[in-house]
């Protein structure tokens, strides 16, 4: 017997061992840049779910599977597994594709929700298709709940839910308020609402549901009335107190802010109190001006809030659809007549900005209070076909004939048409209350 080949056999370490030990480094690392890559749209759990898969392998079956066929058994694999029940630690919601659902119905319509903006109303504007109602957001490997509206408003009762941020913000709560209100008698529900607070109260569930302007979330000359032009906007970025006073003994927040610090100009920003508030701001870059507001917003929350008594959710950012290059259209048109998502997966355009996303990452992450991400950026990037286009009507803005046919100068893809995207960002939140 050849007692060296024995020994130097029993020197090594079976390649099993080596596998998992490979995996378990890389599930560490992983596991430190995930929420930052989970927010820029990086999926890094598919590594690491085939990294263990191949450790299980090597582990030592005795079945063996011809090389040339082993990505085609895996495939079979995975359209056997069924999907996992939706779980918010473990499912990504950034994961998945738009389906259409030629039967689906939303559980609402802009005509039968007596609450709905008719700013964000197509239909009812003159909007001439709408299947952007008909798609269905499915997650890759877990079932997203649909929205129950009984079930709902049993986890509100007694509780305060409140939307504070942009316009953006309050779509999402319209579309809330409107897929649960239709279950509540006429008696039992009642809208009060302002240019700063508007509040939707049951008196059945002792519950309400409320959106608060306060679109930098920190104060501003442009909170109330808005000023249309960026330029003469001046941010105090270490001022909270004036907006946050709504804020305090609510049991749910929702917060975003995002796309009015993209005005493509620097922001002017305030520190302290000054004469007339005009004089003594420095312009700074968006990102850095981003970064200091939220910082300020931060440390509101975890100087007031306590994790057992308030639950805190961030929107991410909502993606504008403005330049068609994006996904190869037509050139000037925007968003206008578009009628179908991106189906390219992991499309990404230019009305969604990474650097700011980082910013949100980064300070949300230093937070004593936990802050759950309501992640709805990626879903929404291939939602072209979503936003009210030239079929948005407001009191100060409503298209004519003539400027519906100039889609580069008039074309709202900014805001999102009701019912339409913000109802898939309530399926996520509706499976994290």
């Not at 596991?31 to 450790?55: I, Y």
């Not at 948005?392 to 339409?420: M, T």
């Amino acid at each position: 017997m050849d007692t060296t080949k024995g020994a130097a056999a029993r020197g090594r370490t079976p390649l099993s061992i080596m596998v998992v030990v490979i995996c378990a480094l890389a599930f560490a690392g992983i596991l430190f840049t995930e929420d930052l890559r989970a927010l820029t749209g990086t999926p890094m759990l598919k590594l690491t779910v085939s990294c263990f898969k191949q450790g299980t392998a090597a582990a030592g079956s005795t079945v063996h599977v011809p090389a040339e066929k082993e990505e085609v058994a895996d495939l079979e694999d995975d359209y056997k597994e069924e999907k996992a029940k939706f779980d918010p630690g473990r499912c990504r919601v950034t994961e998945g594709k738009w389906v259409f659902n030629s039967s689906g119905r939303p559980l609402y319509s802009d005509s039968s929700c007596p609450y709905l903006d008719k700013a964000v109303s197509c239909m009812k504007n003159g909007r001439p298709d709408g299947d952007h109602q008909k798609w269905e957001w499915q997650l890759d490997d877990c079932n997203l709940p649909r929205f129950d509206p009984a079930v709902a408003l049993e986890k509100l009762r007694g509780k305060r839910l409140m939307f504070a941020g942009d316009s953006l913000q309050r779509g999402q709560w319209l579309s809330f308020v409107c897929m649960v209100e239709f279950l509540l008698p006429s008696h039992d529900k009642s809208m009060k609402r302002s240019r700063s607070l508007s509040i939707f109260t049951t008196k059945e569930y002792n519950a309400s549901i409320a959106f608060y302007w306060a679109p930098f979330l920190v104060e501003s000359n442009s909170d109330v009335p808005i000023i249309a032009d960026a330029n003469k906007r001046i941010l105090r970025l270490d001022s909270i107190s004036k907006h946050a006073k709504h804020w305090s003994g609510v049991d749910i927040l929702v917060f975003n802010t995002y796309v009015w610090w993209m005005s493509g100009q620097k922001i002017k920003s305030l520190w302290g109190s000054f004469p007339g508030g005009e004089e003594g701001y420095e312009e700074l870059d968006p990102a850095v001006a981003y970064r200091i507001g939220l910082r300020t917003w931060a440390n509101w929350v975890d100087s007031t809030m306590h994790p057992n008594q308030t639950r805190v959710f961030f929107t991410t950012m909502s993606p504008t659809h403005m330049r068609s290059s994006d996904w190869y259209g037509k050139k000037g048109m925007g968003c206008h007549r578009e009628t179908k998502p991106v189906m390219e997966k992991g499309h990404w355009g230019s009305g969604s900005d990474r650097r700011m996303m980082e910013v949100v990452a980064s300070v949300v992450g230093r937070m004593r209070l936990p802050v759950a991400f309501l992640n709805i950026t990626q879903l929404s990037e291939y939602r072209k076909d979503g936003h009210t286009s030239v079929y948005y009507k407001s009191q100060e803005r409503e298209h004519s004939a003539e400027q519906k046919e100039v889609p580069r100068r008039h074309a709202d893809c900014i805001h999102w048409c009701l019912p339409g995207v913000p109802d898939t960002w309530n399926r996520i939140l509706f499976s994290y209350l």
